[in-house]
């Protein structure tokens, strides 16, 4: 079946340590993107990516690093700078083509990261 | 960026009809109208969207006010699994991001 994983779908982490959440897609999507989302309230957006080897900070990208050397794949590492990284983080794609506010996002299930 | 308004919380009897709305009055002319929904501990899941027009599909219908300054997603008869959380989003002409806000928590009653 088509579509976005992530994993693991819990994670937790001593404080101070580096972590790498897994995204991988099979769409055939150009766009990828990460949000982090806190508990009752909406996502943010961390990065995005529209095409391999290129990304763009989100609204609260500090802490955060990605990398895109592969269109399937959109991995995130929540750094120990990052002062408060227990959250649900998602992942999603969409195609990308000239008028992107047109298309649809495709998200993951979410990895629930627990810094202890 | 163009802001939206969602009431906190709705509730609906099972298989009747739920209006949900959503003020957009600062909306430019290209913004498109973006509704998604989550259900605990998931991904967010694309509903429907559109740009000036009506727009129906399998799952919703989405009505656009003639200035475009408020939209309503309509549920033609709620079911328990229509229970979540649901976001009306403005997204920008050739622009990939989206800007969630709090959304409207609703609640089918059986």
């Known amino acids: 079946d088509g579509g976005i994983t992530q994993s693991p779908k819990y994670l937790f982490r001593k404080e101070g340590q580096n972590v790498t959440l897994s995204c991988e897609q099979n769409?055939?999507?150009?766009?990828m993107y990460w949000y982090r989302q806190d508990p009752g309230q909406g996502l943010r957006l961390i990065y995005y990516s529209q095409i391999v080897n290129d990304f763009q900070k989100g609204d609260i990208a500090e802490g955060y690093s990605v990398s895109r050397e592969k269109k399937e794949s959109f991995p995130l590492t929540v750094t120990s700078a990052q002062k408060n990284p227990t959250a649900f983080y998602l992942c999603a794609s969409s195609r990308d083509s000239g008028t992107s506010a047109n298309n649809e996002q495709f998200f993951g299930p979410g990895t629930r990261l627990t810094v202890l | 960026d163009a802001k939206t308004t969602q009431p906190n919380s709705m509730e609906s009897n099972e298989e009747e009809p739920v209006h949900l709305p959503c003020n957009h009055s600062t909306i430019s002319g290209t913004d498109y109208i973006h509704w998604y929904r989550q259900l605990p501990s998931q991904g967010p899941e694309y509903v429907i969207h559109?740009?000036?027009s009506n727009v129906n599909n399998r799952m919703a219908s989405l009505a656009i006010a003639e200035d475009r300054k408020s939209s309503t997603l309509i549920l033609h008869r709620a079911t328990l699994r229509d229970a979540a959380v649901y976001y009306c989003i403005l997204r920008v002409y050739n622009n990939n991001d989206m800007r969630f806000g709090a959304g409207t928590r609703l609640t089918v009653k059986p």
């Open positions: 559109g740009l000036t």
């Open positions: 769409l055939n999507h150009d766009a």
